[in-house]
């Protein structure tokens, strides 16, 4: 549903890489702002749909996956709070090349792309902040594929519970939000590998595990088994 008009001075729009509009351009680009919230497991964008919008999270945990058959789709990315998900493939495709599906409540805000185009022909800076933040997002995807590729299977599953403990969650008690299949996949192994390594993580007293719930026990054990595993 669309916004009301937002303050350009406090609107989370200056924190990202609108900061180099002006004030009366922040107010317009918040004219064209709507703001919608999606539930856990539903489609925010769909691989193949016409690209329309420039969207971010305003709050909320997604997650971008391109369909490898009819039936299964591989997870290439998670993206939460202010994030871009709709950055890459804006400029080199007409259709959106995966999908983003909420794996928590999820707030997305959207900008009409024509619009966001048109400052970025008529802005240099604007233009080099969108360049350089599709690059960081092109970037992180590349080495957390190379950082889970080069470890074996404890080392790849350590660095997943680091990355929701650290980077999404900030705590060391979380809920995971993907299951064990899609851990399975994101990080190339078996589902049955990675319950049994969950498995043994408990019973080494590294992790305790209640239902979806995750506490990581031995932080100093697991940082290790990220680094070696």
Known sequence: MPLSKCNCEG???????????????????????????????????REGDPIKEFCYTKSGLVKLVRSVSDQEEQIIYFASSLDFISLLGIFSNDTYPYSVVAIEDTVVCSLRISEVKTFIRTNGNFAFSVIQKLNRVSDNIITTNLEIKRRRLPGRIAYILLYF??????????????????????????TENVIRTLSEFRRDGIIKISGKTIEIVDMDKLLKIKQFG
């Open 11 to 45: 609107c989370e729009l200056k924190g990202l890489f609108f900061s180099e509009l002006t004030n009366d351009e922040i107010e317009a680009v918040c004219t064209w702002k709507d703001e919608r919230s999606y539930k856990k497991g539903e489609y925010i964008l």
């Open 165 to 190: 403990a650290n980077d999404i969650y900030k705590h060391t008690t979380f809920e995971l939000p993907v299951s064990r299949k899609e851990i399975a996949d994101f990080i190339g192994m078996t």
